[in-house]
């Protein structure tokens, strides 16, 4: 499984849009990048996936470069309650989605300010 | 109506004894999971289990012991409890078949504090 590498932390204050980047230099081919959320005393959220170019949903939007070497979360206008954990993590869909384990890393702490 | 559901939320025991955490989830999926997380938040898998199935078994003492009823329900007895085993335990599942797009769904985890 390929190895990530996240700031360990980060601050932004509220109304501001927050880019989390995620190092993965030894992604393979069949792996997806996918990033979960973890608030305090909360459990891991998923929040987006994708493999390649960009990806939106309502909550993020993941940017993913033509060599996939490295991704970018990016959380739009944060607001108090984005404080959280955000987590990196690239593995073979197929393999996770058939009871494959997520490998998580340090994550990223991200505090946001009034 | 929560997804995946684990009781106790807080767990306080003395070293030595035995203690059991209970997890359930209604989304349907067919694997579930058993993660630690320590207090450096690093969450690490422990054991996974597909229609009731072992299909992996981390390198965890084996202390610790899963139990997997039915496919909506997964348990965790862990004999022996020592100070090492402190961290917060989350319960996970996901669907087997699903595709691109989705992730797991985990329980709000069980705190494990051992005095």
């Known amino acids: 499984l390929a190895k990530t590498t996240q700031p360990i932390s980060m601050d932004s204050y509220e109304g501001q849009e927050v880019n989390i980047t995620c190092s993965h230099n030894?992604?393979?081919?069949?792996?997806?990048i996918t990033w979960y959320q973890q608030f305090p005393s909360q459990g891991p959220r998923f929040i987006i996936q994708?493999?390649?170019t960009k990806v939106t949903n309502e909550v993020a939007s993941l940017f993913i470069p033509a060599d996939r070497k490295s991704s970018t979360l990016s959380l739009p206008r944060v607001s108090l309650s984005d404080t959280a954990v955000y987590y990196c993590?690239?593995?073979?869909?197929?393999?996770?989605?058939?009871?494959?384990?997520?490998?998580f890393g340090q994550g990223t702490e991200l505090s946001v300010k009034p | 109506d929560t997804a995946v559901s684990q009781t106790p939320k807080y767990l306080v025991t003395q070293m030595g004894n035995d203690k059991s955490i209970k997890c359930e989830q209604n989304?349907?999926?067919?694997?579930m999971y058993w993660y630690k997380q320590d207090s450096k938040k690093f969450l690490k898998i422990m054991f996974s289990y597909n229609n009731k199935e072992l299909i992996i078994n981390e390198t965890v003492p084996n202390r610790f012991s899963p139990k997997s009823p039915d496919k909506a329900h997964l348990n965790l007895h862990i004999n022996s409890l020592e100070l090492g085993d402190s961290a917060v335990y989350f319960c996970?599942?996901?669907?087997?078949?699903?595709?691109?797009?989705?992730?797991?769904?985990f329980g709000s985890g069980t705190r494990l504090t051992v005095v």
């Open positions: 030894n992604i393979a081919t069949n792996d997806y």
């Open positions: 989304l349907g999926h067919d694997t």
């Open positions: 994708g493999y390649k």
């Open positions: 993590l690239v593995g073979d869909i197929g393999i996770y989605n058939q009871g494959g384990k997520l490998i």
């Open positions: 996970a599942s996901s669907h087997s078949n699903r595709g691109l797009g989705y992730g797991y769904t």
